[in-house]
């Protein structure tokens, strides 16, 4: 059975920073793009970074660029998303997800990943 399981999330002040993990069971990350999305309440689900297969393509949404840092360990079958300089307007549930794809330009939305884990609340707030 294929599982992502997030982890990391939790309560920091504005400028702070958090790393969260995604990993993998069930089946093998190395084949498999992933991407961070995140859903804050009343708002659409939208995609944060998303990193290819082989990390030959990355993908960060205009809202986190520099700010934002996504990883794989293959090794691990676990992909991070190191996040500073968190800001209020950061605050959301936090999901990553996984499907077989080539690149990520472009692709970084929710319909076209299969395979969701059940998410990790970040809430940024002094």
């Known amino acids: 059975q294929m599982q992502l399981v997030e982890s990391g999330g939790g309560l920091v002040q504005p400028g702070g920073s958090l790393r969260l993990s995604c990993a993998a069971s069930g089946f093998t990350l190395d084949y498999y793009a992933v991407g961070w999305f995140r859903q804050a309440p009343g708002k659409e689900r939208e995609g944060v970074s998303c990193i290819s297969s082989s990390e030959g393509s990355t993908y960060y949404s205009d809202s986190v660029k520099g700010r934002l840092t996504i990883s794989r360990d293959n090794a691990k079958n676990t992909v991070y998303l190191q996040m500073n300089s968190l800001k209020p307007e950061d605050t959301a549930v936090y999901y990553c997800?996984?499907?077989?794809?080539?690149?990520?330009?472009?692709?970084?939305?929710?319909?076209?990943?299969?395979?969701w884990g059940q998410g990790t609340q970040v809430t940024v707030s002094s």
């Open positions: 997800a996984a499907d077989v794809m080539s690149t990520v330009e472009a692709m970084c939305v929710p319909p076209l990943f299969g395979t």
